[in-house]
């Protein structure tokens, strides 16, 4: 009898069971469809705007608007913490930019390392007492040091405070309308400004920011903060890296731009109109994702009080960065930018998602990114849970798994190659064919595991959040030519 009681409860769940897996798959369906739509729709938008961005590229006559006096001057904020290794090239390279008239204010951010000795040393920089400005709060500015001899350049040594709080202290002592943010392990090309500084005059009056571009430099050689030599990165890491950034930022960025939902702009390199930052209170600190934040704040201060305003991308700016190429240093940068995400949507998106005022902010970039970005992990595991269950309880066979997951392997890997097809109609920064193959065979090996690990990166970065870690995280640099 009471063996006959637990069959039936064993049964009872089995179909339970069985009825629920069958419902998790349509969900699982619909999801696959809709995301796999929604990436060919933007990406769409990419390839529409490709040939005008290309015929841009080819007639703006740089050379010549980079001496022009109508660029507007702008302030660029280096950050900077522990960067000894790097922190010399890298300001060397800013300074022989081809712009007219800007400035380079180097944030020292409580460095433990020698980043200020180096940068008083190299530049001869002694101390000065500016006026600085109070429109955003900042921690405590230990001092300014500049040098006659370069003139457009400053350093800021402050106490740790963290990236933002170092952003906004360079926007308390910067000058000019425009800032620009670029990390000091980048390396921006010589008419990158200039080519930014283009998209913003186009409309300067709507314009509130345009992004730049973020290529890997790691293989490449640098000479005097120069990139000289282009070379396909030669570790496994940065290689992955590198098609990952190609078909984030051409295959993405570009289609996003287009409809102003762009939702993110690489603190690597990026130009804001200084008054609209200060108008939503600066960079906030405690977002390991402030270059997320930031955009979103813009967006919504821009909709809510009903200003006209773009959000723009340049593809043809180009800031060269070092990607991590050791599993530890990538994994801590992917689980911040998982927690950064996480944090941005609970904290200062889930407020403007689905309301019409928002427009196409809030009624399709911010939608799309909770339910494809930041809970994508979830529903990836949950399938993979799902297969088994389809598996032990024979409702599927192995011939069915392999066609879908052929189909979505193909699905993806074609936005891959749309990205490269970007990337060699306008661009074509790699001529040489090995380069190309190599391209094409990681775009393959990203869903050989990298894309599986990137999915645990991402729910660890979530359990970070749960548990208020708000640290940057381990990260190592080394010379540009390593």
Known sequence: MWVFGYQVIWDSFLHGLREFLLYYSYVALFYVVLVTLLYYFIFGFSIRHIFAIKR?????????????????????????????LTIIENVRSLLALNYAEYEVIVVND????????????????ELIH??????????????????????????IDKVNGGKADSLNAGINLSHYALISTIDADSLLEKDALTRIARVYMENPEETIAV?????????CTVEDGIVKDIQFPRKLLPALQHVEYTKAFLGGRIGWS????LIIISG???????????????????????????????????LENKIPYRVAFCPDAVC??????????????????????????????????LRPKYKIFGLLTLPYNIVFETLNPYFRLSGLLAIL???????????????FSLVNLFSCFALSLGALFIEETAFSRYPKLRDLNKMLLFSLLMFAGYRQIGVWWRLNGHVQFLRNNNSWGTMVRTNFNK
């Open 56 to 84: 841009g590229i080819q007639y703006n006559r740089i050379n010549k608007l980079s001496s022009s006096s109508q660029l507007p001057p702008v302030s660029l904020l280096v950050p900077a913490y522990n960067e000894e």
């Open 110 to 125: 409580g460095s433990q390392d020698g980043t200020l000795k180096c940068m008083l040393e190299e530049f001869k920089l």
């Open 130 to 155: 500016p006026v600085l400005s109070s429109s955003i709060k900042t921690g405590k500015v230990r001092g300014v040091y500049h040098n006659p001899d370069y003139p457009n350049l400053f350093f």
């Open 211 to 219: 992004g730049g571009n973020v290529r890997i430099v790691n293989s």
């Open 258 to 261: 287009a409809v102003n939902g």
């Open 268 to 302: 690597a390199f990026g130009v804001f109109q200084k008054k609209m930052v200060i108008a939503v209170g600066g960079y906030r600190g405690g977002y390991p994702g402030e270059d997320m934040n930031i955009v979103i704040k813009l967006h919504r201060h821009c």
């Open 320 to 353: 060269w960065t070092q990607a991590p190429d050791s599993y530890r240093i990538l994994s801590s940068q992917r689980k911040r930018w998982g927690r950064g995400n996480l944090k941005n949507m609970i904290e200062e998106g889930i407020h403007m998602v």
């Open 389 to 403: 269950g389809y598996w032990m309880l024979n409702m599927t066979d192995w011939h069915t798994v392999v066609i």
